[in-house]
């Protein structure tokens, strides 16, 4: 059946021409023409045919041509052209999205060109110089709001402008190069520009715009260099299939890769989107976690602490340590340290508070989304008004590197709905808040000389999070933010990818934000390239596997990790419970023992050297170890759980029932009871063991879960004397009692 959307589709088409099924996918593209009717890509569309037709059969003649190869990329790149072209002419007409709007309008009005915007925004910005010249008073206020309105409207024009241009020629290539080139232009306009630019190859394939994005990371501007490198990820992941087809876009990635400047930022950019993976997970914990137990806490505080010592004047500088105890019992203390600690490695702990804060009328314009951060911008330029005030508060919203440019523009349209006494208390405060963070930046900027270049990335990162999540039309636009974690594994990334020290970086993010799949990838490409693969390597590929429930793999992996880095205890705590969970207790004994070497005081190994012998059989030599466990911690209940059962299987019964009779006083489970009844069935204790095995019913919570645990512990019953003929009358027995109530 085919599928009758238009952009269903063009994305049929493309996956026939990703796997080289070129025929369907021709016949794919006839079905669009001939929906639209547009004689012109019906004739294009015959044309590839023909040429592919006359290319299989030289080629099925034997008849070699050199140029075979370059004939055949051509022809599968001009089939995504016509084929994009088709749905998009489709689109055109039928598609309500905002691109197609936007689309449809500048066909009605003939778009101003790159060059004649350079000379519109020069010329604002000679006015403003001019302007600036001007005494204070109202006459200057009001030219000022003039010139910026019109600069606005014109860059919000230039913006949709490129967002909806068609592919690029010679000439649009050499206005852009211009513009960007021009040093009259602000740096503000250009980043709008590479971000319509971006949205723009995202929206439509452009291999030509793709060479001018890559132009741009050479540029000595920070802003743009950064914003750019950040759009031509997604751009990458988004075509990764055609790659392959356009060298001269990889070849120019390559000759990057030859800068060093060029390597950091494009690494901290794929740190970034990793971290920006984590956003939705830091959100619900904030939000189902840590902000309800603040709450909770209002009234707890109230109660417990005497609220004079809050409002006290001496002392003020000292924390109450009831104020900590009460954080502590509650468990927030950890919670607010981890939020501390993830707002200090940059990860995205706001987006939750400002995703309130998008409906006002500023961002119902997707542009907006995309502008750096101006005091000067039209709809918060009241609010800075007031000489004394607004000079803090614009300092104080230039310096902080903790929000957004997004947020910063919510922030600043949230405080302009306050009332005023409310409105100069806070400013007042985050004056004040302004030079502490001043502080911590210049030591920031001491340790870390990338600071500046690190807050651009994560600050356009999370200005693109906020689009993709919650611009009003964002279902419109394919979520960047949904694409996989694949950067280790398109080619095009290669060249700075592999650097081991680049591709070591990416693992370990992968691995500490626990995307395990991506992070095993990683280090097993990093065990391959590397001259000498670090033990540390396969200890991560070990774990990963682990996590991933392929207990063979993990082990092989630890074993690797133990030839590099001998008496490892972490690894060979590992190697010893994958034998167990392989179900080869001998063989974990003998690392059991080699750790025993290392940490003889450690119960944990001292329960596990019993849980072998236990798996061997060897009841007696288990017994002593757990005896020597319960010596050492008398209160280790898991060392209770052990004799008891050990005791059971060794049919010291005796022992089994006083063990039994401490664990039922400490909170059993299901199975301390089912075991205990065990126990009273082997001393032929029938009632006693019936009311046991009741107790567990209710703890499993349904009797066919109870009836499951019975059934797995038949084959030690009958070890230990219990002629299990009888479990059939138990179980009927406990099913009349049941009846009964």
Same mark, same amino acid.
């Given at each position: #059946? ?7 589709? +063009? ?92 689309? *449809? ?24 110089? =001019? ?35 068609? *592919? ?30 971006? #949205? ?44 392959? +087809? ?119 314009? #997707? ?36 929000? /957004? ?11 302009? #709905? ?84 680049? +591709? ?39 774990? /990963? ?30 190697? $010893? ?29 001292? +329960?596990?050297?019993?849980? /072998? ?32 059962? /050990?005791? =059971? ?55 066919? $879960? =109870? ?17 299990? $003929? ?16």
């Amino acid at each position: #059946m085919q599928p009758t959307d238009s952009g269903t589709r +063009l994305e049929v088409i493309h996956s026939h021409i990703e796997q080289r099924q070129l025929k369907q996918a021709i016949d794919g593209v006839k079905g669009l023409a001939s929906l639209s009717q547009h004689w012109t890509i019906t004739e294009k569309i015959s044309e590839l045919e023909t040429n592919y037709q006359y290319m299989l059969h030289y080629l099925i003649e034997g008849k070699k041509d050199p140029e075979q190869q370059h004939i055949y990329d051509k022809l599968i790149r001009d089939l995504y052209t016509v084929a994009d072209d088709a749905a998009e002419h489709l689109l055109l007409q039928e598609s309500s999205s905002l691109f197609f709007d936007k689309s *449809r309008l500048f066909q009605v009005r003939t778009p101003l060109s790159l060059d004649e915007y350079r000379s519109i925004i020069t010329r604002h910005a000679d006015t403003f110089s =001019f302007i600036d010249l001007l005494e204070e008073g109202e006459e200057k206020e009001r030219r000022i709001k003039e010139n910026a309105l019109a600069h606005e409207r014109t860059l919000q024009d230039l913006f949709y402008c490129v967002f909806v241009s068609p *592919r690029a020629n010679a000439d649009m290539a050499a206005s852009f190069r211009s513009f960007m080139d021009d040093e009259l232009i602000p740096v503000y306009d250009k980043s709008v520009l590479l971000s319509a630019l971006t #949205m723009n190859v995202l929206q439509r394939f452009d291999a030509v715009k793709v060479e001018l994005l890559l132009d741009v990371c050479l540029r000595p501007e920070p802003e743009l260099v950064t914003r750019t490198i950040i759009g031509i990820i997604p751009i990458f992941q988004t075509y990764a299939a055609r790659w392959p +087809l356009y060298s001269e876009c990889s070849s120019r990635l390559k000759l990057l890769s030859d800068n060093k400047l060029f390597n950091r930022r494009f690494i901290a950019a794929i740190i970034g989107f990793i971290q920006a993976h984590e956003t939705e997970k830091i959100t619900k914990r904030l939000n189902e976690e840590i902000l309800p137990e603040m709450m909770k806490l209002s009234p707890m505080i109230g109660k417990k602490i005497n609220l004079d010592e809050w409002m006290g004047e001496s002392g003020l500088d000292e924390k109450n340590p009831e104020w900590q105890k009460i954080l502590d019992e509650t468990g927030l203390t950890d919670k607010l340290q981890e939020f501390s600690e993830l707002q200090l490695e940059g990860a995205d702990v706001f987006h939750s508070t400002f995703s309130n804060l998008k409906s006002y009328p500023f961002f119902q314009e #997707m542009s907006n989304w995309f502008l750096p951060f101006n005091p000067r911008h039209s709809s918060i330029r009241q609010l800075f008004s007031d000489k004394s005030e607004g000079v803090s508060l614009i300092e104080t919203m230039f310096r902080s590197s903790l929000i /957004c440019n997004s947020d910063k523009y919510s922030f600043c349209l949230s405080i302009m #709905m306050m009332p005023e006494n409310y409105r100069r208390m806070i400013i007042s405060q985050l004056g004040a808040e302004g030079e502490e963070l001043t502080k911590m930046q210049e030591e920031e900027g001491v340790l870390n000389p990338y600071q500046k270049e690190d807050t651009l990335i994560k600050q356009y990162i999370q200005d693109l999070y906020r689009f993709f999540k919650l611009y009003r039309r964002r279902s419109e636009f394919r979520d960047i933010f949904s694409l996989p974690l694949n950067y280790h594994l398109i080619e095009a990334f290669h060249p700075v990818v592999l650097q081991p020290q680049h +591709l070591e970086q990416i693992a370990l993010y992968y691995f500490e934000k626990n995307n395990f799949d991506e992070a095993l990838v990683a280090y097993t490409m990093l065990t391959e390239a590397a001259g000498v693969a670090k033990s540390e390597f396969w200890q991560k590929i070990g774990y /990963c596997r682990q996590m991933l429930a392929d207990t063979g793999g993990a082990l092989d992996a630890y074993l690797h990790a133990d030839l590099i880095d001998e008496n490892n205890t972490w690894v060979l705590h590992r190697i $010893a419970h994958c034998y167990r969970v392989l179900k080869q207790p001998d063989i974990a004994l003998n690392y059991y023992r080699r750790l025993e070497q290392f940490r003889p005081d450690d119960l944990h190994i001292q +329960l596990s050297i019993g849980h /072998c012998y236990l798996e061997l059989k060897q009841y007696d030599t288990a017994l002593n170890y757990y005896f020597k466990v319960e010596l050492l911690d008398s209160q280790n209940r898991r060392a209770w759980r052990s004799v008891a059962w /050990c005791a =059971f299987l060794s049919r010291k019964f005796d022992v089994a029932r006083k063990y039994y009779a401490q664990i039922m006083e400490n909170k059993p489970n299901a199975h301390d009871f089912l075991n205990a009844g065990h126990v009273e069935l082997c001393m032929e204790e029938n009632k006693k063991a019936v009311s046991l095995y009741r107790s567990s019913l209710e703890k499993a919570g349904s009797f066919d $879960a =109870f009836r499951s645990m019975l059934a797995e512990d038949e084959e030690e019953l009958q070890e230990a004397g219990v002629n299990t $003929a009888i479990l059939p009358i138990i179980l009927d027995k406990i099913r009349y009692d049941l009846g009964g109530e």
